[in-house]
């Protein structure tokens, strides 16, 4: 019972830095909003680790900062080529392996149709 709670505890730490803790409003309705949006966020950062980083030790089970300071902030050009799409960044960054590797990944999912 306890190592659940610890979990729930663990997620909802998560939710607070990505968003949920800063309610910008004391109107019900841009709140409702913001935890929509914060619900969405949250969603996209577990789906990314799961479907682009689940072979990566330490992106794998990254916290949100984690993230966003490794994968989401870095530099990078989305280039356009050939009708192709080039992802250029620093190759002296330490993740840069496993950052290409999530972006092929993600690039050769299948459509929602």
């Known amino acids: 019972m306890h190592r659940h709670h610890a979990v729930v505890e663990d997620h909802v730490r998560a939710a607070k830095t990505t968003g949920l803790g800063l309610l910008p409003s004391a109107s019900w309705r841009i709140n409702t909003a913001w935890i929509l949006l914060t619900g969405i966020a949250r969603d996209l950062d577990v789906w990314t680790r799961l479907l682009a980083f689940?072979?990566?030790p330490?992106?794998?089970?990254?916290?949100?900062?984690t993230m966003r300071e490794l994968v989401?902030?870095?530099?990078?050009?989305l280039a356009h080529h050939a009708r192709r799409r080039w992802l250029r960044?620093?190759?002296?960054?330490?993740?840069?392996?496993?950052?290409?590797?999530?972006?092929?990944?993600l690039a050769t999912l299948p459509a929602v149709t």
């Open 89 to 105: 960044f620093d190759r002296d960054h330490p993740h840069t392996d496993a950052i290409a590797t999530a972006w092929h990944r």
């Open 54 to 56: 689940h072979d990566h």
């Open 58 to 65: 330490l992106l794998a089970k990254a916290e949100p900062a």
């Open 72 to 77: 989401y902030r870095l530099p990078a050009r």
